[in-house]
């Protein structure tokens, strides 16, 4: 199975997850198993080739500690975070009007 990387819109969903908790881990598990489905229903419209692994609960609690160390600039949550997640904290702080344009169009085609 290849991996499969993360697209912008996804980052920038994964993102409004953490920013609607109020920029704070953990995020409460039904949440978080929720947008997992949304991420495979969005992999499966897309017709990308994914196993049970793809955006498990246990992977995106991962990408949102790494999101955490961005937006704490490095005081709290896992280091390692891609380039993608720091661009999309950045589009977030300086392009407000752009990142919800991104996430609503995200929630209209996925949720």
Same mark, same amino acid.
């Given at each position: 199975m @290849?991996? /499969? $990387?993360?697209? *912008?819109?996804?980052?920038? &969903?994964l993102?409004? =997850?953490? *920013?609607? $908790?109020?920029?704070? /881990?953990?995020?409460?598990e ?6 997992s $489905? !949304?991420?495979? @229903? +969005?992999?499966?419209?897309?017709n =990308?080739? /994914?196993?049970e %692994?793809? +955006?498990?609960? &246990?992977?995106l $609690?991962?990408?949102? &500690? ?5 937006? !704490? ?7 390692? &975070?891609?380039? =993608?997640?720091?661009d999309t904290?950045?589009?977030? =702080? !300086?392009? %407000?009007?752009?990142?919800? +344009? /991104?996430?609503?169009?995200f929630? %209209?085609?996925?949720?």
């Amino acid at each position: 199975m @290849k991996k /499969i $990387n993360w697209s *912008v819109e996804e980052a920038v &969903a994964l993102m409004s =997850l953490y *920013v609607e $908790n109020g920029f704070k /881990i953990p995020i409460d598990e039904n949440k978080v198993e929720k947008f997992s $489905n !949304t991420l495979k @229903k +969005r992999a499966e419209i897309l017709n =990308l080739d /994914i196993d049970e %692994k793809f +955006r498990n609960v &246990a992977g995106l $609690n991962m990408q949102l &500690a790494c999101i955490h160390y961005v937006a !704490t600039d490095g005081k709290e949550g896992l280091s390692g &975070a891609s380039e =993608l997640f720091y661009d999309t904290y950045e589009l977030y =702080l !300086t392009n %407000k009007k752009m990142f919800l +344009r /991104i996430y609503n169009d995200f929630l %209209k085609m996925y949720q």
